[in-house]
């Protein structure tokens, strides 16, 4: 059990336990994936062809923020916001799906890339799976 679980568990706000596993996964994919992003922008920083992933680079920068503001605002379940908490979903979905296609056009060269691009798409999908449950 992660800490994520056990907060949301006792958390006296949460609704069911199947919408709470959509919830939790969510929270954990962007949490993942903004830590993959910022690894993968820091390597793009380190290789030799650093010039050709400025664009890279900048897709990690920006998914990397979207994810953590994200998990962030999932975590707090206290009188969300829905439209909020919709709109910052749809953006953290579009961020994912935008850094994964750019990393997926490194992937074959920069192993870090790819690992990011699988990162940001599990994220992609699990802001989607919770979308459709709002």
Known sequence: MTVADQML????????????DI???CIERCVECA????????????????AELVMCIRRNAD??????ATGAVLSR????DAATVRTLLEA?????????????????MHE????CAESCRRCEQACADLLATL
């Open 92 to 108: 953290c979905r579009t961020a994912c799906a935008s850094c994964a296609s750019e990393c997926e056009q490194h992937a074959d």
């Open 35 to 50: 830590q993959a992003c910022t690894a993968c922008a820091d390597a793009c920083l380190g290789e030799d062809m650093v």
């Open 112 to 115: 870090h890339c790819r690992v």
């Open 23 to 25: 919830l939790l996964r």
């Open 9 to 20: 568990a006792t958390h006296p706000k949460i609704g069911s336990a199947a919408a709470q």
């Open 63 to 68: 998914c990397a923020d979207i994810c953590a």
């Open 77 to 80: 379940q206290t009188e969300p």
